[in-house]
């Protein structure tokens, strides 16, 4: 059995609050702070420019791109870290459309995160080559997975509902008609077992500071599958991803494997706070996460519904076609979140009116989970949520 309690207790949450928002940003894993310390005073501060050498900076973005190889099922080796998950996105994106010449169209769908859509669409416009980006309801993705279709590019889980896709049969599915496989990992990277090797997937990209706790604006991740990363030609040719980047040519080489999925100069602060980060999945099986993960959703699901009539769950009601996390739809679920804020349970709100809960493991309790739920119907039995001061929305929902 994973002993939970030990790993709550190596988070800085902070006293009187029950964080059920890790699956935007992850809390803070107390180790992280010393970690942040010694690279800045004790590395950066005395070695200065050396550090690049003696501290092994430069080789940070495959390093942390092989641990999280290890918790999505990507071989050494495949996987590199930097820049955000959006750039991750681009670079996917112009990638898989340039293997496969002739075909027009990337299909996404109506639940993907708006950015991969912006980046995707922007891209295909700059290319002029007629292509098009088509959105399609969630359900209809394999309809629409015929020949034309240059790349498939889904996020596994949908960011608003929780909604889980099949990526080993919508990935068979790409695959049969010749087109190329896109998945973003954003909301499953560190919530529950993802095999890439597995499935098949010939790109994947995710960010580390949702469920792997990076800390905010910590840098996203891409893995090309190894027989393939050959044939990419990077969009995004930056010195870094170049094969000799100290020779200072004129031209430009790709990197060898992966490594030619870098552009730039790796942020070495935010990396080595990733770092510290997942020391906390050492010796715990994905597979134990997501057994409780299902445990700690389902418990919620039960109590709020037992508590409360006027809410919709918006979330799959199987567990194993749900992420990690319980969304509720409620007229007024704006004020109703930021009453629960001010009560110190905090989760988020996505527009039109999806209150969202994420459930971690590493850090979330069956007490909170009471706890939350207690409150959210309390919140809407009395009208709580029913004041001035909780429907003014800030920048940040
Ligand atoms: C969180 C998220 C993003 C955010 O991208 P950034 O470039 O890191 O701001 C993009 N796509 C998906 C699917 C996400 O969940």
């Known amino acids: 059995m994973t002993d939970f309690s030990a790993s709550r207790a ?95 169209i990337v299909l996404s769908d109506s639940g993907n995160f708006p950015s991969d859509l912006y980046m995707a669409d922007g891209l295909l416009k700059s290319l002029k080559q007629g292509h098009e980006l088509k959105i399609v309801d969630p359900e209809a993705v394999a309809d629409h997975i015929n020949e034309d279709v240059a790349a498939v590019m889904l996020t596994q889980v949908d960011y608003r509902t929780g909604r889980l896709h099949d990526m080993k049969t919508i990935t068979a599915k790409a695959h049969a008609s010749g087109a190329m496989m896109i998945w973003d990992l954003a909301h499953t990277a560190g919530a529950l077992p993802i095999d890439l090797t597995d499935c098949n997937a010939d790109i994947a990209v995710g960010c580390t500071y949702k469920y792997l706790n990076g800390g905010p604006g910590a840098p996203g991740f891409i893995h090309v599958r190894p027989d393939l990363i050959d044939q990419v030609r990077p969009a995004l040719s930056g010195w870094l991803g170049h094969e000799a980047p100290f020779s200072f040519d004129l031209d430009y080489r790709p990197g060898e494997g992966i490594s030619r999925m870098r552009v730039g100069t790796p942020p070495v602060i935010q990396m080595a706070v990733l770092d510290a980060a997942l020391d906390e999945f050492d010796g715990i099986a994905m597979e134990a996460i997501r057994a409780r993960s299902i445990e700690l959703c389902e418990q919620f699901i039960a109590e709020v519904e037992s508590g409360c009539k006027d809410v919709e769950l918006a979330s799959p009601r199987d567990p194993h076609a749900r992420g990690s996390q319980v969304s509720f739809r409620f007229r007024e679920g704006y004020a109703a979140m930021q009453a629960l804020i001010a009560r110190g349970i905090i989760g988020d709100f996505r527009a039109p009116d999806i209150m969202r809960f994420g459930f971690c493991p590493l850090y979330n309790t069956p007490d909170e989970v009471s706890h939350a739920a207690a409150a959210l119907c309390e919140i809407i039995a009395t009208g709580e949520w029913d004041r001035p001061e909780f429907k003014t929305r800030k920048a940040v929902t």
Do not use: C, H
């Open 10 to 104: 190596r988070f800085d949450l902070p006293a009187g609050i029950t964080y059920l928002d890790g699956n935007s940003l992850g809390p803070l894993p107390g180790a992280a702070v010393e970690r942040a310390r010694r690279t800045i005073a004790d590395e950066w501060g005395p070695m200065l420019i050396t550090g690049w050498n003696k501290a092994q900076w430069m080789d940070l973005p495959a390093r942390l791109g092989d641990r999280i190889g290890r918790l999505i099922g990507a071989p050494a080796g495949s996987t590199v870290v930097g820049d955000t998950l959006s750039i991750k996105v681009y670079q996917a994106v112009a990638s898989a459309v340039e293997l496969r010449p002739g075909r027009k």
